[in-house]
């Protein structure tokens, strides 16, 4: 059996990352494990199961969203809480005890419940319509929080004091507390006369015992009933744990007993800001990073030769040719997360010369910070740039129009139309960048490192990239060109939106690489780190 211990924790917590249906969403939920999980689970094989180590009330429908519903996992507090109700089900707030003379008051994002003239309680929903929280006031400050699981029941309670968080009670799906948790301390408080948890095993649910009432982190509760589940599951198995500060502890208990995969993904767990890491990495069966950059990275990091590491993919190509060929316009994609700004500056410089050349360009300024404000920071920032420069803002910013003075009024010349160059696309999750690809008819990432994601969509995109220095998903001058210099940037555009027969020749080659990337072949690689561990 496979076992995946992901990483997917709100701020290095152990709690979940569900947020409310009205609230936008600041990051993606796709990571490593979200892959592995979906490539096994896609594939038909079931030799795999989640450990599952936060507080996931709504793992359902993080589950559905994944594309993975029916996924095998065993969740940690799910033991602990002593939760035996797996489907999800449907409940209404109004189910719940309400004092009489409550009033609802239905705003477009959440409803408010109010009694006697004052605000009694919130209630917020999930992207499901799935009541997740319920917030209580006292005098209009807030009191009281209900975390809701998708299954139906209270699943955990915050008590404020003051409007600051005082604890956390844990309960079981029958409102009994099994655990309280202190915010200042972190400290955990068993209720001794529910001092049990859950152990499966072969189909069976035992009861353990918890061997405290007192204990100094929610860590280390996580730990014994972690620990509590694998020894009474002992088996050859192999357990797949994604790098991250919350897991360190886990994998450091497993190194011991059990045959480890190490999981690096991007900058997550950057080796050198976590030396404790170091002795985990020596000791693990097998590591796998996302990228040959990463690779290097660790060996550097690490100084010395590590010979049981291999680069798998989190991203499987599939081949969509897109629209940008049925497009009049040529857009070209421009990621600028990270870029200092003397390098963004030299950037918009030479693409607006570009500008001057080719009329039917489009920049699409890409980028995953998903601030409300920022699509007009960015626009005027790279106005200023230009108009600094002797170009017209306009191309960036339209000229608002004045409002006429007389209805009968008519211009004797005809104002000069400016056609605005320049947009920004804001991409979080996977999906909206996948679909903002698809009209791309290059990419160019002038960043130290490029976005993995979206190398793996041009190469499926079969379309040019230019970057700044050479990747497993670019050849140099086959599918695109590595540039150092930033005036270079008009000519390398101009080799492939100029030339379609440049274009189709660097989508032919994109189209080759990509067949190294198909789930198959992952897969293929994934089957090689087992028979490795297992021979």
Known sequence: MLYFIPAWYQKNTWKELEQSWHTRRMHTEFDDTVKQVQMFHRSGKTDFKILLLSHTPNFRHFLHRQGVFHAPYWSCFDAI??????KVSVFSFHNLDWPEHIEFVYTP?????????AKYAQINFGEAGNPIEVSMFKQGVLSRRNIYDDRGFVSATEIYNNGTIAYT???TEKGITKMRVYAETGAVEINANSNTYFISAKGEVTLGYFKELIYSSLTDVIMEVLMAHLQANEGDDIYCVAMHQLNAVAIEKLLNTKKCILSFYGDRYRIKDHEEGKPIVK???YIITDSEATTRYLKRE?????????DISPYDSRMDFGISEQLTVQKILVPI??????RFKALIIALTDYLNQNENAMIHIFTRNAAYDLPNNLLNKIADIVEENGGDRRIVIPEEKEDETAENEIDEEEEEIIPVRFFVEQCVDELSVSKCIREQRIMIDMRHNPDLYLQINCISSAIPQIVRRETQYMQNGYNGFVLKEFDRIPYALDYFLGS??????????????SQKYTTRHLLEKWEMVRNALEG
């Open 81 to 86: 809480q002593e939760v035996s109700r797996k």
């Open 109 to 117: 994002f959440v409803v408010i419940a109010y009694l006697e003239n």
């Open 169 to 171: 009670d844990y309960l």
């Open 283 to 285: 000791k693990a069966g």
């Open 302 to 310: 690490m100084g010395e030769e590590i010979e049981n590491i291999i």
């Open 337 to 342: 997360d990270g870029m200092p700004d003397d």
């Open 500 to 513: 379609l027969a440049n274009w189709n020749q660097a989508k032919v080659y994109s189209y080759e690489i």
